[in-house]
């Protein structure tokens, strides 16, 4: 019940392009799901994150969108660029403790 | 700059020996984390710590521990009962706990690489 599940595991899309990374989750008791960012060999950086109150969430050319009913969520990237080519991660979490990670997402943007 | 520190970037460990990874914040952060992240994983949680002198272990705690003897440090021992430790490891921090909505953001330090010859 604590996993949360991510696919595609990799995804290449041309300059422009509009990448979609979704989730899944079971615990109905998670109460915030963050997206994280990672560059090769550097820290995850919180990108843009969402409380299941709201269905969807944009941040710039990043938007979150959130199925409660189905317990998934995805992350959408608009126009997307070369330097937005790096991993992904989705994750959950409850009363800001134990935050579960989704396996990540490899996003490579050809130019 | 605010932010959290942790070194070494690359470290290299023989069989049998104990290696420990350090981790600073000046973010005057409660709370500070431990993950561990192998390729195709995600991120996994080794030990955290809520408040100075407390920790609990994470979903893989086991040939790992740690100290918490000051708000500003988290040091992690990769002890020589971990079968398997080379991996990325990860230190995170958060302002606190539940109630606090700062609770749910994760700053995370640039990560120490361990590899056992």
């Known amino acids: 019940q604590q996993q949360v599940k991510q696919s595609p595991q990799s995804l290449i899309v041309q300059k422009g392009g509009i990448p979609i990374i979704n989730c899944a989750y079971e615990n109905t008791a998670f109460d915030y799901f963050p997206w994280y960012q990672q560059f090769p060999g550097k820290g995850p950086a919180l990108l843009i994150a969402i409380r299941p109150d709201v269905s969807e969430k944009k941040e710039g050319r990043f938007t979150i969108s959130f199925n409660k009913s189905a317990k998934q969520f995805s992350l959408h990237i608009m126009d997307s660029q070369p330097g937005d080519s790096a991993t992904y991660f989705c994750?959950?979490?409850?009363?800001?403790?134990?935050?579960?990670f989704g396996p990540g997402t490899r996003l490579s943007v050809l130019p | 700059d605010g932010g959290i520190t942790q070194s070494p970037k690359y470290l290299f460990r023989k069989e049998g020996q104990n290696v420990t990874l350090s981790c600073e914040q000046n973010l005057n952060h409660d709370a500070m984390y431990w993950y561990r992240q192998d390729p195709g994983q995600g991120l996994r949680l080794i030990y955290y710590s809520q408040i100075v002198n407390d920790f609990q272990k994470g979903d893989i705690a086991e040939g790992y521990s740690v100290s918490r003897e000051k708000k500003e440090s988290f040091p992690l021992t990769v002890t020589s009962a971990q079968k398997n430790p080379t991996a990325f490891y990860l230190c995170?921090?958060?302002?606190?706990?539940?109630?606090?909505?700062?609770?749910?953001?994760?700053?995370f330090g640039a990560g120490s690489r361990l590899t056992v010859l």
């Open positions: 995170a921090s958060s302002i606190g706990a539940f109630p606090s909505s700062g609770a749910n953001v994760l700053t």
């Open positions: 994750a959950a979490s409850r009363y800001g403790q134990n935050f579960v």
